[in-house]
């Protein structure tokens, strides 16, 4: 429990000890009303893209929220990451003051490779006063690091080009990962919803038996609610964008949570 949670609560506690059993009748009134007790987690997105922050509050127990800052949709990958609209909503959360930013674009740490995350992440953090900015990529490849993994499999969106579905493959072999498959959804489409069952099946079909780990890439790819179904078909650990990015997130906040049936990432110490 972090020093603000252990505070209020024990506040709370000797003001229903002081009061008497009213007091503690009305606190059990109370309902979940979504306060960020634990922490607040920020998190920046594409301005036409739904799915980092609403799969970020769906991970999210209770006392964890989570608050979007949205940047103009870029022109290439790699735009994403580049001034001035990424650092102008990176700065928009100081106010706010959150325990950690998600960085949610996979697709920018693919075309500018692994030597421009730490840039980009130290440049952020400088607009955002301080807070502690996690990077999709950098994040994935702490886990697979934790978990021992070397040989590792990589599916991406189905609106990634090859080009940059290519230069994931590089980002992670760079990065010392023997990369067995790295694969595309089929077929290819524009920025659209794709549905669980369709996640589920590529993945299962494309992951070869010998990897030791799967990284879904793309933080717009909707995947979180396959990745319990999935390890248990496949029988290894497996990574989706923004898991593994808000258990990063957790980590650089400092909160312990239970989180279930989320993937075994959320499992280790």
Known sequence: ?????FLAVSALAAIGDAAGPHAIEARLMWKRDGA???ARIGVLTPDFDPVPESELSALAPPGVSIHASRVVRPRTPAAFAEPPHVDAAAER???LAPHAIVFAYTGSSYALGPDSDDPTRRRLEERAHGVPVIL???AATTALRAFGAKRIAIINPPWFSAEISDLGRAYFTRDGFDVVRCTRIDP???FTEVRPEEVFEWVRRNVPNDADAVFVGGNGLRAIGTIDALEAALK????TANQVAFWAALRAAR?????RDYGRIFKLA
Do not use: N, Q, Y
């Open 36 to 38: 960020g007790l634990r």
């Open 136 to 138: 999709t990529c950098r």
């Open 188 to 190: 290819f489409r524009l």
């Open 255 to 259: 909160v312990t949570v239970d989180i």
């Open 1 to 5: 429990m972090d020093r603000r949670c």
């Open 236 to 239: 290894k650990p497996v990574l």
């Open 93 to 95: 959360f100081a106010d």
